[in-house]
C-alpha cells in the first residue's frame, strides 16, 4: 500500500511559478471613434463595436504573432459574411486570418524571453484609423499612440478608399517590403515615422517600436483615442 507524500517547498513554488507565467491575459478593446467599426483579433474573431462600445477577448498565455485592429465601412449578413472596407480578412466577421491593408494594427506576444510580453503599433500595413495601446495593470505604464491625421496627410501614391496603404502594399518592391531582411527607413516611411515616432513604420523598425510589460499584464486597446 502507497504512502501519501505531502508536496516539497519547491514543487509549490514551481506550480505557483507556471501559475503566474500562465495566466492569460485580458484585452479591452474599445470604439471611442464617432462611427461604428468592427473590432477584428488574430485569435479572438470579431465584434461590431459602436462609438463607446467595448469588446473583451482572453489570449492564452504564450500566445504569439497576435493582432488587433479596426475593419470598417463593412456589411455582414445574418451568417457573419461579407465585405469591409479596410480591414476585411476573407469576407468574415468573425477573422480567423490577418485583414488586408490598409489597417492599423495593435500586434502583441505574451510570456515571451523573461516571461515579458511585447506588445507595438504597427503601420506596416498602413493606417486606416487612429490608436492607443496601452497596459491597463499595475506595475506597467508605458503605453503608445498613433493618433496623427495620416488619412488626411497621406501622399498621393499611398491613399487607399479608408486609409493610407504602407509603400510595401502599393509597390511590392524589396526596398519598402524587405524580403531580403536588408532594407532601412525611405521617404514614406518616414512619413508615418514622423506622426507616430513610437510606431513601426517600416519591418525593421524595431529599435524604437517594440514595449515590453510583465506577463500577466492586462491591455486595452482604444481606437479614435
Not at 491593408?101 to 486606416?128: H, K, M
Not at 510595401?168 to 526596398?175: G, L, N, Q, S
Not at 517600416?202 to 515590453?212: E, G, L
Amino acid at each position: 500500500m502507497s504512502t501519501f507524500k505531502s508536496p516539497s517547498l519547491s514543487t509549490f513554488l514551481l506550480i505557483a511559478f507556471l501559475f503566474t507565467c500562465g495566466q492569460a491575459a485580458t484585452f479591452n478593446i474599445i470604439n471611442n471613434c464617432p462611427f461604428t467599426v468592427w473590432a477584428a483579433a488574430v485569435p479572438g474573431g470579431g465584434q461590431q463595436l459602436d462609438g463607446g462600445q467595448t469588446w473583451t477577448i482572453n489570449p492564452s498565455a504564450g500566445t504569439a504573432g497576435a493582432r488587433v485592429w479596426a475593419r470598417t465601412g463593412c456589411n455582414f449578413d445574418g451568417a457573419g459574411r461579407g465585405t469591409c472596407q479596410t480591414g476585411d480578412c476573407n469576407g468574415l466577421l468573425q477573422c480567423q486570418a490577418y485583414g488586408a491593408p490598409p489597417n492599423t494594427l495593435a500586434e502583441y506576444a505574451l510570456n515571451q524571453f523573461n516571461n515579458l510580453d511585447f506588445f507595438d503599433i504597427s503601420l506596416v500595413d498602413g493606417f486606416n484609423v487612429p490608436m492607443e495601446f496601452s497596459p491597463t495593470s499595475d506595475g506597467c505604464t508605458r503605453g503608445i499612440k498613433c493618433t496623427a491625421d495620416i488619412n488626411g496627410q497621406c501622399p498621393n501614391e499611398l491613399r487607399a478608399p479608408g486609409g493610407c496603404n504602407n509603400p510595401c502594399t502599393v509597390f511590392k518592391t524589396d526596398e519598402y517590403c524587405c524580403n531580403s531582411g536588408n532594407c532601412g527607413p525611405t521617404n514614406f516611411s518616414r512619413f508615418f515615422k514622423d506622426r507616430c515616432p513610437d510606431a513601426y513604420s517600416y519591418p525593421k523598425d524595431d529599435q524604437t517600436s517594440t514595449f515590453t510589460c510583465p506577463g500577466g499584464t492586462n491591455y486595452k486597446v482604444v481606437f479614435c483615442p
